[in-house]
């Protein structure tokens, strides 16, 4: 019998997360041993979140692991902190809407795309949101508003640690008729969207569709596949896509359709 590891059933279930993963690790960390600003404001957070109303997490993002989270997640949620304490965060897709999980993730890979072409002094003020759905231990669908903001960066300006805080806002959003997991962040907020026609005059319809799908974590051969195109096909559009977006890769052409809001 073959054994399948949880990362090859990410890469069919959810190629973002991939994405997202293969972005962090990328970063070239400074080396930190023990922070003690870190341990102290770990301490503070545990203190503070006895009987909050909202869970409270804290990512490395190094290791990709969650390294705090609050204890009130067994009385809102049903799960015990175990479940997920010093567990890589794709153990969290169990507790994702699973019709919100693709997008989410495709939302924060996004987001993270963006946020590394930023200054270390822009990084360190950056945060943002996430709306989407989970599931409680007894199988409840709750809305959530999460907001993440950067909790510690390295000398290098690289992000380290990510906090998350979550709230349960299904009195707001459950009248909906239909429900999009969507993500805010304040940059790009302010640049207003990119029209259809200046869109197509940029890239082609085709070339947008193939950066989308790039920027999902797909790689040549699925898109050649997805798309019933050859290979050669795909990898043509490819250098046609990083020579009009001026990049020097694919990661840089999907940088700037991101900052464009061209995706």
């Not at 989407?132 to 909790?151: C, H, K, P």
Request: net charge positive.
């Amino acid at each position: 019998m073959n054994h399948v590891s949880p990362l090859e059933n990410l890469r069919v279930a959810c190629p973002s997360y991939l994405s997202l993963r293969k972005l962090w690790g990328s970063q070239k960390y400074d080396y930190l041993s023990v922070d003690p600003l870190l341990e102290l404001d770990l301490n503070s957070l545990k203190a503070g979140n006895i009987n909050s109303p909202c869970i409270t997490w804290v990512i490395d993002i190094r290791s990709k692991s969650f390294v705090y989270l609050s204890k009130n997640i067994k009385e809102l949620l049903g799960y015990e902190v175990s479940e997920f304490l010093n567990r890589e965060i794709h153990c969290f897709n169990k507790v994702i809407h699973p019709e919100d999980s693709l997008v989410i993730w495709k939302n924060i890979l996004n987001v993270w795309m963006y946020l590394v072409c930023l200054s270390h002094e822009q990084r360190i003020k950056f945060k943002y949101a996430n709306t989407y759905r989970i599931l409680t231990a007894d199988g409840q669908v709750l809305y959530v508003w999460e907001q993440n903001s950067v909790f510690q960066t390295d000398r290098s300006g690289n992000v380290t640690h990510l906090m998350g805080v979550c709230s349960d806002v299904t009195l707001l959003l459950n009248k909906r008729s239909k429900f999009i997991p969507e993500s805010y962040y304040n940059p790009l907020d302010a640049i207003p969207p990119v029209s259809k026609s200046e869109r197509e005059r940029l890239l082609s319809t085709r070339e947008l569709q193939i950066i989308s799908l790039l920027a999902d974590g797909l790689n040549s051969k699925e898109i050649s596949e997805k798309l019933s195109i050859s290979f050669h096909t795909v990898n043509t559009h490819r250098q046609k896509i990083i020579l009009k977006t001026n990049s020097k890769s694919t990661a840089g052409a999907i940088r700037y359709t991101i900052e464009k809001r061209l995706i």
